[in-house]
């Protein structure tokens, strides 16, 4: 092999510490350009951050904060961000109006026994088989509001005008939740021996296919369909779901609706003076 | 058999004397004019529910002699046919399993039962040995025949007036407020007022939970389209919070300041009504030592006063933003707009209650909020008979029937003259209130001790007094001392007692109720007690009839009679101490017309026990018309409504204090609470109700219904103050006060969510009794315990347990 021309091997040697002291000194000043993802901190970062800082910090633009798991909304999230979570987009299932369904007296039977386990005498608000939400009606609205069917769980459609206040009169069966089963804490403090008034089971038919009376108060069951309609239990489903206008036939019984106004105003004097008197 | 001409006529007037005389009585369901009978057999009548002082009425469903249903009364003025959780649910209230059912004694440390006479006989003999020494106390659920019954029975009788009741520890405060103001006490408005508010502001009150269906009447208006502003002034966020359009959040106690900053911006912006101030109120301060009726102060000290409660001052101390104090100054400020303001036990259990009831009262006289429907400051009652039966029939230790006073040799002419008892019967001196009461009977006798005997109806004090360690388990080492509790099951006061007694409840017997909006109601038994429980107001008169028998001189009248002499439709005597008469005439009736005398003379005129019959309740005044009907009065000291009013002064303050026809516009400074927390004890501690539960649950936890949807008492903390220690939802902590520890399963994020250094524990669960850790620090004019603030302390639990049973 030839030796290496000493001059070549100089020149090489400069060319070589040109290049790397170019590619240094161009690399540091590159490297002190911000980079896309703005790092660019204006202090110290502590690992934890409190809370009212941590708003504070996310006000402005700088460290996208970490949210803490029970703040994160993974329904929104990732890949879960193109679900829909709307109630009313849910496909309700189509019923045939003109076919009739002939329920039979054990269907009925349970479909009344269904109802009573749930409310302390027929008539009493139903207590709420499942977890509520504590502090907001709209909640309540969102599924009994319209009433929804989802596969086999019927939420029935509210059966009165609508108040604003649902859990003034309606409570959950379970309570809060917030004892584990079995605490001794649960126990009932004594048993309780009411019998409740029990639903009627059938109103009176003047000739055996006349329209049935209202074998109930209609006090807080203004609307029919709420049980009878096909949201309802199916035991107590209408053969007839096509007609709308059902009290045109169907008539409640002024005893049970506490109509009884006449008799009671009978008792009554004269009018007062306080019918006339000013605002 | 042979009859005679004379002895069918005979025959036939006795027995139309006798139905005339069961109709009268009452007591047969389907006899009166209210009750209807279906098909299916059930009988519907008419009462007022047995839980709070809205007073709805329902209709009780009785079948074979027990009740079977309930609904809400749609002919009822109060709630239209609606009724909240516990209303629909009260018909089981009377079918707990461990119902109590004959009296029973404490032998050797344990209860044996016994006989009715006997038990009477215990109770007149300790009563004969020490009348000074006995004590009555009695409640708010009260019928109004069973104070006025007990309020005779000592005050006319024993002429003792060691009488009070447990108003004393939720609305006396409010009755104070009222008096020093109005010179009378209970609202000048009625519910008609929630109909026609524009504004209706919360200051401290739960009312979606505690008075629902008077909730549900206000935000139900926003479904028939109109505009209701809720303001909801709170401690911490509850469900009327929801509902609300905005949520002031203050510092406890310092709603004092905030009172005092609305009248500042009333004065600085010159909002207030100048007329109205001019024209119908005077200006009042307190004495050096807090008294009922202060003294005199000028509208230019009151300015001055008024200049330290600037907006960012009332920041600083309450925490309210200054932008909120003047939202309010502003609400108030306008007079276009009907306000209405709400408050129960927030401001009353407060050891500053009378002056912050006389602070809400003076804004809404210094703006002129005052006088027109939905213009009121209406203070909400608790119990269903606070008012009918202890604030009006005055059974209390230092008042007499009609809003009199035992201090007033005039009032006590009156009072004796009405219940036909020799001059000088009643005691002029004062007795001992509920706090002191129970104190004295927890003293041993050696000390000052002098409450021996204690006779305690309708109420559970083992479980509402404040500080219960001092006020009530102190009594257990006390030999001599003797506690008899007349109650439907056992309670944490049975637990205690040495003679119990079991009562009749609510429809199993006669009787009457006044509400919140002076409404007086009246229902007739229904159904039977159970086994051998009698009527409370039976079990005091029989007492006084064996007093009477063992020559006590204070069981007879004037005229030498028994005390409690009632007569039948044809004149006879009728034996009511013995059970089996006790129905034979209407002694609830009876009770009433003898009362009905002493309430006019505070223009609180009730009508005749038939009109109670037939109406769904009348508000006081009722006055009588010239065609002969009744007519009640829905707003008084205005002119287009109160008969009382003088024509032409449109509103007339006619028991003004300073008897010039002027309400009192009070000031009072703010101040800190009797115990703030520090560094040993962090957290405020506020203690309070939920919407399932009436008070100490003794009915409510009975009801399936009820004890299913809330089990068990809880602590309600801001979970960061959780985090922060590591407590996880649901687990057992224990909270610390100076005075005891309890421990409890946390609620974070649950019902109710206070801020930051602050814990909420309701008082329904007997089985963690949060009041054995309350202070109670009395106000100075009512003697009301504070049951909404005190310093506590939080640690994880030592044992895994979660409550030792009692």
């Not at chain 1, 639903?199 to 109930?216: C, E, F, M, Q």
């Not at chain 2, 004495?287 to 230019?300: C, H, I, V, W, Y």
Request: hydrophobic content about 35%; some cysteine.
């Amino acid at each position: 092999m030839k030796p290496i021309n000493p001059i070549t091997y100089r020149r090489a040697v400069w060319i070589f510490g040109a290049i790397l002291v170019t590619a240094s000194v161009s690399g540091y000043f590159m490297g002190l350009q911000q980079t896309g993802s703005q790092l660019n901190s204006p202090g110290t970062i502590s690992l934890t951050v409190p809370n009212a800082e941590r708003r504070a910090v996310m006000a402005t633009e700088t460290i996208p904060v970490a949210t803490s798991y029970r703040e994160q909304d993974r329904l929104n999230d990732g890949p879960n961000a193109n679900w829909k979570n709307d109630l009313n987009k849910l496909v309700q299932p189509t019923v045939d109006l003109t076919s009739l369904t002939n329920v039979t007296e054990a269907e009925r039977a349970l479909a009344l026994r269904e109802r009573a386990a749930r409310r302390a005498f027929d008539g009493a608000p139903p207590v709420v088989p499942h977890p509520i939400a504590q502090n907001s009606a709209a909640v309540c609205l969102a599924c009994h509001g319209p009433g929804l069917v989802i596969k086999d769980k019927v939420a029935s459609k509210m059966s009165h005008a609508a108040y604003t206040s649902c859990t003034q009169c309606h409570v959950p069966a379970g309570g809060p939740g917030l004892l584990a089963t079995g605490s001794e804490l649960l126990a009932p403090i004594a048993e309780n021996q009411f019998t409740g008034l029990a639903a009627n089971l059938k109103g009176s038919r003047a000739w055996p296919k006349a329209p049935p009376t209202v074998p109930h108060s209609t006090l807080m069951r203004s609307d029919c369909m709420s049980c009878h309609g096909p949201q309802g239990l199916f035991g107590l489903r209408t053969p007839h779901p096509d007609r709308q206008a059902c009290v045109q036939c169907h008539v409640p019984d002024a005893e049970l609706d506490q109509r009884n106004f006449f008799r009671a105003a009978a008792e009554m004097t004269k009018p007062t003076a306080q019918n006339t008197s000013a605002k | 058999m042979k009859m005679d001409r004379r002895e069918f006529v005979k025959l036939s007037a006795l027995t139309a004397a006798s139905t005339v005389a069961g109709l009268r009585a009452g007591a047969a369901p389907g006899t009166t004019a209210n009750a209807t009978t279906g098909a299916d057999g059930v009988t519907w009548n008419k009462a007022p529910c047995r839980f709070c002082g809205t007073g709805c009425h329902v209709r009780v469903g009785v079948k074979a002699g027990r009740v079977v249903g309930i609904e809400g009364d749609q002919l009822a003025d109060v709630n239209k046919g609606l009724l909240c959780v516990k209303g629909y649910h009260v018909g089981l209230a009377l079918y707990g399993k461990d119902r109590l059912t004959t009296p029973q004694l404490r032998k050797n440390g344990k209860l044996e039962p016994i006989s009715w006479d006997e038990a009477i006989e215990v109770i007149a003999k300790r009563v004969m040995a020490a009348p000074d020494k006995f004590a009555l106390y009695g409640s708010g659920q009260w019928t109004i025949g069973e104070g006025c019954a007990g309020n005779k029975f000592m005050k006319a009788g024993l002429g003792s007036n060691q009488i009070d009741g447990n108003p004393r520890l939720c609305m006396s405060s409010a009755v104070t407020g009222y008096l020093s103001t109005y010179g009378v006490d209970e609202p000048a408005g009625c519910y008609d007022d929630f109909d026609k508010c524009d504004v209706l502001i919360l200051w401290g009150n739960n009312m979606a939970e505690m008075h629902p269906v008077l909730f549900s009447r206000v935000i139900d208006r926003r479904m028939r389209g109109e505009k209701v502003m809720v303001i909801d002034l709170a401690t911490r966020r509850t469900r009327s919070t929801d509902y609300a359009d905005h949520y002031l959040e203050f510092r406890p106690h310092s709603d004092l300041a905030i009172a005092n900053g609305i009248a500042h911006l009333l004065l600085k912006n010159g909002t207030y009504h100048k007329e109205f101030v001019e024209k119908h109120c005077n200006f009042r301060r307190d004495t050096e030592k807090p008294s009922l009726l202060g003294q005199p102060m000028t509208f230019a000290e009151y300015q001055k006063e008024m200049e330290l409660y600037t907006p960012e001052h009332v920041e600083k101390i309450s925490g309210v933003p200054a932008e909120k104090v003047r939202l309010l100054g502003d609400l108030f400020g306008r007079k276009d707009l009907r306000i209405t303001s709400t408050w129960c036990m927030g401001f009353n259990q407060h050891s500053r209650g009378t002056d912050i009831n006389r602070l809400c009262h003076g804004i809404h006289l210094l703006s002129g909020h005052f006088g027109r429907p939905g213009d009121a400051p209406t203070s909400l009652t608790g119990q269903p008979s606070a008012c009918g039966t202890v604030r009006e029939a005055g059974t209390l230790c230092h008042m007499l029937p009609g809003g009199r006073v035992v201090m007033n040799a005039e009032h006590r002419a009156d009072s004796e003259q009405f219940w036909n008892v020799p001059a000088g019967r009643i005691s002029p001196k004062p007795g001992y209130h509920t706090v002191l009461m129970f104190e004295k009977l927890c003293t041993a006798t050696e000390q000052g001790g002098d409450v021996q005997t204690l006779w305690s109806q309708v109420t559970n004090p083992g479980q509402s007094l404040p500080n219960l360690h001092k006020l009530f388990k102190a009594k257990k080492n006390l030999a001599d001392k003797f506690l008899i509790v007349s109650d439907v099951y056992p309670t944490a006061s049975t637990e205690l007692a040495d003679l119990v007694l079991p009562s009749a409840m609510w429809v199993e017997k006669n009787g009457m109720y006044g509400n919140s909006e002076r409404r007086t109601q009246q229902w007739f038994k229904m159904v039977n007690p159970p086994g051998d429980a009698r009527d409370d107001c039976w079990q005091t008169i029989a007492v006084a009839r064996k007093l009477f028998e063992l020559g006590h001189p204070g069981m007879k009248d004037k005229d030498g009679n028994f005390l409690f002499t009632f007569k039948d439709a044809a004149g006879k005597e009728v034996p009511v101490w013995d059970w089996k008469h006790y129905y034979d005439v209407n002694v609830d009736e009876a009770l009433l017309e003898e009362y009905r005398p002493f309430t006019t003379y505070k223009h609180k005129n009730l009508a005749p026990y038939s009109e109670y019959v037939k109406a769904r309740g009348l508000r006081w005044p009722v006055v009588q018309q010239g065609d002969g009907s009744w007519r009640e009065t829905r707003f008084r000291f205005s002119e287009f409504d109160d008969s009382f009013v003088k024509k032409g002064t449109e509103i007339q303050f006619y028991h003004s204090v300073t008897k010039d026809d002027k309400a009192l516009i009070w000031f009072a400074p703010y101040v800190k609470a009797a115990e703030e927390p520090d560094a040993e004890y962090p957290f405020w501690l506020c203690t309070g109700r939920v919407l399932e539960h009436w008070h100490t649950g003794t009915m409510t936890m009975r009801i399936p219904q009820l004890s299913g949807a809330m089990p068990s008492a809880y602590v309600e903390m801001h979970p960061d103050d959780a985090s922060e220690r590591g407590f996880a939802n649901g687990e057992t902590i224990t909270v610390k006060t100076r005075r005891g520890e309890l421990s409890l399963p946390v609620w974070i994020n649950g019902r109710g969510r206070p801020p930051r250094g602050s814990l909420f524990v309701p008082f329904f669960d007997q089985r963690l009794l949060v009041n054995d850790i309350t202070l109670g620090d009395p106000d100075p004019i009512s003697f009301e315990p504070d049951y909404k603030k005190c310093a506590a302390t939080v640690s994880k639990s030592r044992a895994a347990r979660s409550a030792t049973k009692l």
